[in-house]
């Protein structure tokens, strides 16, 4: 089946009383028949749930669709993305073990990497994302794990997958990718021989900005670590959560083929803007891996970047004059959003870390919404004037 009936017809078994639509299984625990029944459920060889904490018929029902979206044989819900970013790290590295990770991912991400992880004794490199070179100079003995995101946040760069996950299975080291700003719609990163796939649930795959919510998928050899690991420090999804983000699958693929080709057109209009110094978006011809972005993505995404003509104070000004768009750090919304990653998500970066994510003061984050392309072109403009 192909991905947009995968994402509508894969739900929970129907209940006694037939409903169209998955219900809610707003429950803590579920009842077992016997005592026997409990023991042969908690001994691991009965089927079915125990506790919500670790798993749920909503819950199940939005990781089975994720990981025939994505072409994962098993997967595991969470309560964001960075817990999913987070459990991935704690599970899979110890005392001892080292990291190599792109330097332009997320702050969040950056800060677990570079204040957290080296409390437990986990080394960690991180390198320019397309300097091959770094890559293989710094994979050490230890290496265990490689973490990117591709296309990166806000910068837009992409990395070959093909080629990373090569020198990652020659070196034995497990690749996870964040596939939270391309989505499976628009890139399946296994397809390029990544191990595990890392989403923020939260953005286009919610898509209208409602619930928090993560997922990692895999191989059922590196997720079930996961699993257990979630199983005994709680950050789980919520079963109303995971409802309201696999209702939301049903209608992925649409909305991520609208936000692209509004972006698409935006990028087109604003290429040649005098008033900007430069426009960033992986399907334009000006875009540096431009022949890289169409082989491995089948859009180009739903975001693309500004760099305005004129410093901080340019940029404020040219957000606040916006009447329509809207003000926000999140990102996959039906709603356009306009932000300024150097004040805002990622501020908690050092300067020299936010040049290596390619962050300038000028750079602002145009994620584009499912409003007519011509009322979200007006507002830029008329801001941006």
């Keep these: 089946m192909r991905d947009e009936t995968l994402a509508i017809r894969l739900q929970t078994e129907q209940s006694e009383y037939r409903e169209h639509s998955v219900p809610l299984f707003l429950t803590s625990s579920f009842t077992f028949n016997s005592a026997e029944h409990a023991e042969e459920m908690f001994a691991g060889n009965g089927s079915g749930d125990i506790y919500s904490r670790f798993s749920n018929p909503n819950s199940n029902e939005f990781v089975q669709k994720m990981c025939a979206l994505e072409n994962a044989e098993y997967g595991v819900a969470l309560a964001s993305g960075m817990s999913a970013i987070f459990n991935t790290l704690a599970t899979h590295l110890q005392s001892g073990d080292h990291l190599i990770a792109a330097s332009s991912l997320f702050g969040n991400s950056l800060y677990i990497i570079n204040n957290i992880l080296p409390k437990w004794g986990i080394e960690c490199s991180l390198v320019d994302?397309?300097?091959?070179?770094?890559?293989?100079?710094?994979?050490?003995?230890?290496?265990?794990?490689?973490?990117?995101?591709?296309?990166?946040?806000?910068?837009?760069?992409?990395?070959?997958?093909?080629?990373?996950?090569?020198?990652?299975?020659?070196?034995?080291?497990?690749?996870?990718?964040?596939?939270?700003?391309?989505?499976?719609?628009?890139?399946?990163?296994?397809?390029?021989?990544?191990?595990?796939?890392?989403?923020?649930?939260?953005?286009?795959?919610?898509?209208?900005?409602?619930?928090?919510?993560?997922?990692?998928?895999?191989?059922?050899?590196?997720?079930?670590?996961?699993?257990?690991?979630?199983?005994?420090?709680?950050?789980?999804?919520?079963?109303?959560?995971?409802?309201?983000?696999?209702?939301?699958?049903?209608?992925?693929?649409?909305?991520?083929?609208?936000?692209?080709?509004?972006?698409?057109?935006?990028?087109?209009?604003?290429?040649?803007?005098?008033?900007?110094?430069?426009?960033?978006?992986?399907?334009?011809?000006?875009?540096?891996?431009?022949?890289?972005?169409?082989?491995?993505?089948?859009?180009?995404?739903?975001?693309?970047?500004?760099?305005?003509?004129?410093?901080?104070?340019?940029?404020?000004?040219?957000?606040?004059?916006?009447?329509?768009?809207?003000?926000?750090?999140?990102?996959?919304?039906?709603?356009?959003?306009?932000?300024?990653?150097?004040?805002?998500?990622?501020?908690k970066l050092s300067p020299v870390d936010q040049e290596k994510a390619g962050i300038t003061i000028s750079t602002l984050r145009i994620s584009v919404g499912l409003e007519h392309v011509d009322d979200i072109y007006a507002d830029l403009d008329q801001a941006l004037s």
């Excluded at 109303?240 to 990028?267: M, P, Q």
């Design 129 to 347: 994302l397309n300097n091959r070179e770094a890559w293989q100079n710094n994979i050490k003995p230890n290496t265990k794990m490689a973490l990117v995101e591709t296309p990166t946040n806000p910068s837009l760069e992409l990395i070959d997958l093909k080629w990373l996950s090569k020198l990652c299975k020659s070196n034995e080291i497990i690749l996870a990718v964040d596939n939270c700003f391309a989505t499976p719609i628009v890139q399946k990163p296994i397809n390029f021989g990544a191990d595990i796939v890392i989403h923020s649930a939260t953005k286009f795959i919610d898509g209208q900005g409602r619930v928090l919510g993560g997922v990692v998928v895999g191989s059922e050899e590196l997720c079930t670590p996961i699993y257990d690991f979630l199983r005994r420090t709680g950050s789980s999804l919520s079963p109303f959560n995971a409802w309201i983000l696999s209702k939301s699958l049903e209608t992925l693929s649409l909305r991520v083929e609208k936000h692209c080709s509004n972006a698409l057109e935006l990028a087109t209009r604003f290429e040649n803007d005098k008033r900007l110094k430069q426009v960033r978006y992986p399907f334009l011809k000006s875009h540096d891996q431009y022949e890289l972005a169409k082989q491995q993505m089948r859009f180009g995404g739903g975001l693309f970047t500004i760099e305005v003509d004129g410093g901080k104070e340019r940029c404020f000004e040219v957000i606040n004059k916006l009447k329509l768009l809207s003000i926000t750090a999140n990102l996959g919304d039906t709603r356009t959003i306009v932000t300024h990653p150097a004040t805002t998500t990622h501020s």
